[in-house]
């Protein structure tokens, strides 16, 4: 019955009111999203012609070589990305490498092709409805399952390549039913007689000359026309006495006072309107007092664009208000800015302030002395211990490659004597001073695993391993699962000590070193071929399981040896051999 419902709701309402509209306003409508502001057709441009207030957007889709549907006008990439070619002779993986943005300037580098099915939920999200134009012939079926699947059937219209549309689905409409289309300079006489016919009026402003015609757009709407189609969403905004400053006015006023929610959450939208100049705002609700808000500041400073320049944030790293320069910290470490502007705060006394400079300069270039970092790693707040070990060895690695690892020896030992002495209290339930200590440990253990994977000088490998093939099943084994991981791209050809670490009583270390073997590629395979003959018979099987899962065709005639002289492995061989055979191209 749902279903019948929103068919007779197209059938019936080629120009209904988008379901945030109030009856008798006029309705704006946006062609190719907002193309003048944002890259065209691109997820963002589709939501800041939302947030400017169209009620109907306009977006362009075309199939991709491999069926997937994507928003796209002329398919030329020379014209919208970095790419060459056609959108319909383009695998979509490969559009996803392609910049979407850069074509518009420097602050949209990074954009990238829209996916159908995204676009059809940011407008489900956004409460607007969409005009889809279908640029490729044939691709009806797909596009009308797609928007069933997002529920937005009685959303849309169609243009363009829809005739199989039409067949498939008769109660789809187009832009143009039963709504006249006219150029600017219509009148008041003209639009009373379109309504007459029970026809809506559309004032077109969109690749007419008059694109920027604000006086031309007031007029229509004083004619009383039902909506005007607009390239510039700004400009019509205003037209229709909607116009986008008196909502950023709202969004200001709600991020000035209130409760912490509400203001951050009016910061973050402010935060995703583009083209206005709010940065003075977001610097100064970035040294409000409340974490929660200073932080969707700096959030909102970071996504600005064009890019905030690092000085802004200068006045709020002297803050009275410790979680302003932890905020600063964070979002100078995220912008890549000099290291250098960060030093003074190594000397801050507060913790969060302390553990976001030194999280921060791990992400940042220029020159911290090994002097200052050191001294931090054994610092009294684990926090603070392994945010150190980050900007160490970004900074210093040869330094932090001795210093590390008997810091995290230290750290180890103590989160292993938490844990025996949590047994030996039987389990009890913690007390929240406890947990922290207990959690403070582990995440510091995370970080310094971390920073030893980031090393890259002589000695890092062996160090990684160390940690990675350490056994136990104690209250640190955390490191060496998280290390094993680390290994995955790093083994290299030297898999000599982890084909060692499939010998371990210890049944997980084994387990995770053999599917590190798997995941690691081929390199490996030389010193997994030779324990294929290991005496050790815990070995040898997890070798054949490695070769198997590998697809090493190299192995095929050890395994096929090993078949005749072993009774213990035959099933095993056979199910190996089976495997390796399946990887090969059939004759």
Same mark, same amino acid.
């Given at each position: 019955?749902?279903?019948?419902?929103?068919?007779?709701?197209?059938?019936?309402?080629?120009? *209904?009111?988008?379901?945030?509209?109030? *009856?008798?306003?006029?309705?704006?409508?946006?062609?190719?999203?907002? /193309?003048?502001?944002?890259?065209? /057709?691109?997820?963002?441009?589709?939501?800041?012609?939302?947030?400017?207030?169209?009620?109907?957007?306009?977006?362009?889709?075309?199939?991709?070589? +491999?069926?997937?549907?994507?928003?796209?006008?002329?398919?030329?990439?020379?014209?919208?990305?970095?790419?060459?070619?056609?959108?319909?002779?383009?695998?979509?993986?490969?559009?996803?490498?392609?910049?979407?943005?850069? @074509?518009? %300037?420097?602050?949209?580098? %990074?954009?990238?092709?829209?996916?159908?099915?995204?676009?059809?939920?940011?407008?489900?999200?956004?409460?607007?409805?969409?005009?889809?134009?279908?640029?490729?012939?044939?691709?009806?079926?797909?596009?009308?399952?797609?928007?069933?699947?997002?529920?937005?059937?009685?959303?849309?219209?169609?243009?363009?390549?829809?005739?199989?549309?039409?067949?498939?689905?008769?109660?789809?409409?187009?832009?143009?039913?039963?709504?006249?289309?006219?150029?600017? %300079?219509? !009148?008041?006489?003209?639009? /009373?007689?379109?309504?007459?016919?029970?026809?809506?009026?559309?004032?077109?402003?969109?690749?007419?000359?008059?694109?920027?015609?604000?006086?031309?757009?007031?007029?229509?709407?004083?004619?009383?026309?039902?909506?005007?189609?607009?390239?510039?969403?700004?400009?019509?905004?205003?037209?229709?006495?909607?116009?986008?400053?008196?909502?950023?006015?709202?969004?200001?006023?709600?991020?000035?006072?209130?409760?912490?929610?509400?203001?951050?959450?009016?910061?973050?939208?402010?935060?995703?309107?583009?083209?206005?100049?709010?940065?003075?705002?977001?610097?100064? @609700?970035?040294?409000?007092?409340?974490?929660?808000?200073?932080?969707?500041?700096?959030?909102?400073?970071?996504?600005?664009?064009?890019?905030?320049?690092?000085?802004?944030?200068?006045?709020?790293?002297?803050?009275?208000? !410790?979680?302003?320069?932890?905020?600063?910290? @964070?979002?100078?470490?995220?912008?890549?800015?000099?290291?250098?502007?960060?030093?003074?705060?190594?000397?801050?006394?507060?913790?969060?302030?302390?553990?976001?400079?030194?999280?921060?300069?791990?992400?940042?270039?220029?020159?911290?002395?090994?002097?200052?970092?050191?001294?931090?790693?054994?610092?009294? /707040?684990?926090?603070?211990?392994?945010?150190?070990?980050?900007?160490?060895?970004?900074?210093?690695?040869?330094?932090?490659?001795?210093?590390?690892?008997?810091?995290?020896?230290?750290?180890?030992?103590?989160?292993?004597?938490?844990?025996?002495?949590?047994?030996?209290?039987?389990?009890?339930?913690?007390?929240?001073?406890?947990?922290?200590?207990?959690?403070?440990?582990?995440?510091?253990?995370?970080?310094?695993?971390?920073?030893?994977?980031?090393?890259?000088?002589?000695? *890092?490998?062996?160090?990684?391993?160390?940690?990675?093939?350490?056994?136990?099943?104690? !209250?640190?084994?955390?490191?060496?699962?998280?290390?094993?991981?680390?290994?995955?791209?790093?083994?290299?050809?030297?898999?000599?000590?982890?084909?060692?670490?499939?010998?371990?009583?210890?049944?997980?270390?084994? +387990?995770?070193?053999?599917?590190?073997?798997?995941?690691? %590629?081929?390199?490996?395979?030389?010193?997994?071929?030779?324990?294929?003959?290991?005496?050790?018979?815990?070995?040898?099987?997890?070798?054949?399981?490695?070769?198997? @899962?590998?697809?090493?065709?190299?192995?095929?005639?050890?395994?096929?040896?090993?078949?005749?002289?072993?009774?213990?492995?035959?099933?095993?061989? *056979?199910?190996?051999?089976?495997?390796?055979?399946?990887?090969?191209?059939?004759?």
């Amino acid at each position: 019955m749902k279903r019948i419902a929103a068919l007779l709701l197209l059938a019936f309402s080629a120009f *209904a009111p988008a379901q945030n509209s109030r *009856a008798g306003e006029v309705q704006l409508l946006c062609h190719r999203t907002a /193309n003048q502001d944002v890259p065209e /057709n691109t997820l963002e441009s589709l939501e800041e012609a939302a947030l400017l207030g169209c009620n109907v957007v306009e977006i362009d889709l075309r199939r991709t070589l +491999d069926g997937r549907i994507v928003l796209n006008h002329d398919g030329i990439l020379e014209r919208l990305t970095d790419g060459i070619g056609e959108v319909e002779q383009t695998y979509y993986d490969d559009l996803q490498m392609r910049d979407a943005g850069g @074509w518009m %300037g420097e602050r949209f580098k %990074g954009l990238r092709i829209t996916l159908f099915e995204d676009a059809l939920r940011l407008a489900r999200a956004r409460d607007i409805r969409l005009v889809l134009d279908i640029k490729t012939k044939g691709i009806g079926a797909e596009v009308l399952e797609l928007v069933r699947r997002e529920g937005m059937l009685e959303r849309v219209q169609f243009n363009g390549e829809w005739d199989d549309v039409k067949k498939l689905y008769p109660g789809a409409t187009t832009a143009g039913d039963r709504t006249a289309w006219v150029q600017p %300079g219509v !009148s008041a006489e003209q639009v /009373n007689a379109f309504h007459e016919q029970d026809k809506k009026v559309v004032a077109n402003f969109s690749a007419n000359k008059h694109e920027m015609d604000l006086a031309g757009m007031k007029a229509a709407v004083a004619a009383g026309v039902d909506g005007i189609n607009v390239d510039y969403p700004r400009l019509g905004a205003d037209a229709v006495r909607r116009p986008v400053e008196l909502r950023l006015k709202a969004l200001i006023a709600q991020a000035n006072s209130g409760e912490s929610s509400e203001r951050s959450r009016a910061i973050l939208e402010l935060s995703r309107y583009r083209g206005f100049y709010l940065q003075s705002e977001f610097v100064c @609700w970035l040294l409000d007092g409340d974490d929660h808000v200073s932080r969707a500041a700096a959030i909102a400073l970071l996504k600005a664009r064009p890019k905030t320049p690092a000085v802004v944030f200068g006045k709020a790293l002297q803050s009275d208000h !410790s979680d302003a320069r932890a905020n600063a910290a @964070w979002a100078l470490g995220m912008t890549g800015a000099d290291a250098s502007v960060l030093l003074p705060l190594l000397r801050d006394k507060d913790l969060h302030v302390l553990q976001e400079t030194l999280m921060a300069l791990g992400r940042m270039p220029g020159d911290v002395d090994a002097k200052v970092l050191l001294p931090l790693l054994s610092y009294a /707040n684990p926090g603070v211990r392994g945010a150190a070990a980050l900007a160490l060895a970004s900074h210093q690695p040869e330094v932090a490659l001795k210093a590390i690892p008997p810091q995290l020896q230290i750290e180890m030992k103590t989160a292993i004597r938490l844990g025996q002495d949590y047994e030996r209290r039987g389990r009890p339930r913690l007390t929240q001073a406890e947990t922290d200590e207990i959690t403070g440990h582990f995440r510091c253990q995370m970080k310094m695993v971390q920073a030893l994977s980031m090393l890259k000088v002589p000695g *890092a490998l062996r160090v990684l391993e160390d940690q990675a093939f350490r056994p136990g099943e104690d !209250s640190a084994q955390y490191d060496g699962i998280v290390s094993t991981f680390q290994l995955w791209d790093k083994i290299g050809r030297d898999a000599q000590p982890a084909v060692q670490a499939l010998a371990s009583s210890d049944m997980q270390l084994a +387990d995770r070193t053999e599917w590190m073997l798997i995941q690691a %590629g081929r390199g490996v395979l030389p010193d997994v071929r030779k324990a294929l003959s290991s005496d050790n018979s815990a070995v040898r099987e997890r070798a054949i399981r490695i070769v198997a @899962w590998q697809g090493d065709i190299d192995s095929i005639g050890t395994l096929q040896a090993m078949q005749k002289t072993s009774a213990s492995d035959t099933a095993l061989i *056979a199910w190996a051999v089976e495997k390796i055979e399946s990887f090969q191209p059939q004759p």
